[in-house]
């Protein structure tokens, strides 16, 4: 294979790229502040909110993310009997990553904020602070300095999970790659795919190493 048709099928490959960017960028945004509200609802007093949110979680961690992503698209239709158009594919492959992610980091918040010591808050209420302020200003920085490893692996997750929007036939990086792959009869266009994803994890890997560097101070 010459130097040319290698760089064709990188520029290709850098297309389905900027879906799974969206994918992943998207995903992270609305997941990890949604996590955090469903976090505070599995610790709540109230037992109803805390075993729905309890239900939630199970359910998200208990069934293929595949699965999800089929019953978020096709739900609408077949529940409210609305018209499912080509244009909310890539929405459903949003939602349903959303809403799979933000269970998953809602456990880590969990883990994170009942791991401080009881003494901090009582100490807060000593000082004036507001149950917000205590949170915001006080718990929340440690919380994630100690949850930022597990949330490092659920990120680089997230990197290689975003293959499967393949099933809503959105055509991201790998759906991509196997398209070129078998228009070409090589495997060369799947082992580039494997390259990026390998770059795109070094890449978050480094950052959240970075992040969790300048978190150092809180020890």
């Not at 149950?131 to 680089?156: D, S, Y």
């Amino acid at each position: 294979m010459d130097a040319q048709t290698l760089m064709n099928i990188t520029q290709q490959l850098a297309v389905g790229l900027l879906d799974s960017c969206k994918i992943f960028f998207l995903t992270l945004l609305f997941s990890l502040p949604l996590g955090l509200v469903i976090s505070f609802g599995r610790m709540s007093k109230n037992g109803l909110l805390r075993t729905i949110t309890k239900i939630y979680i199970s359910i998200m961690r208990g069934t293929p993310l595949m699965l999800q992503l089929i019953v978020v698209y096709f739900a609408p239709y077949y529940i409210f009997r609305i018209r499912i158009s080509s244009g909310y594919r890539m929405i459903a492959v949003i939602i349903g990553f959303v809403l799979n992610y933000a269970a998953y980091f809602a456990e880590i918040y969990r883990s994170g904020i009942q791991s401080i010591p009881v003494g901090q808050y009582e100490a807060a209420k000593i000082l004036g602070y507001s149950k917000g302020q205590t949170f915001f200003k006080i718990i929340l920085p440690q919380v994630i300095k100690r949850i930022l490893p597990a949330v490092t692996n659920e990120v680089i997750t997230l990197v290689k999970d975003t293959s499967l929007a393949f099933v809503l036939a959105v055509t991201e990086m790998f759906t991509l790659a196997k398209q070129v792959a078998a228009a070409q009869t090589t495997i060369v266009p799947l082992m580039a795919a494997g390259v990026f994803y390998y770059l795109f994890n070094l890449l978050v890997a480094f950052v959240m190493e970075t992040l969790e560097k300048k978190m150092a101070y809180y020890r």
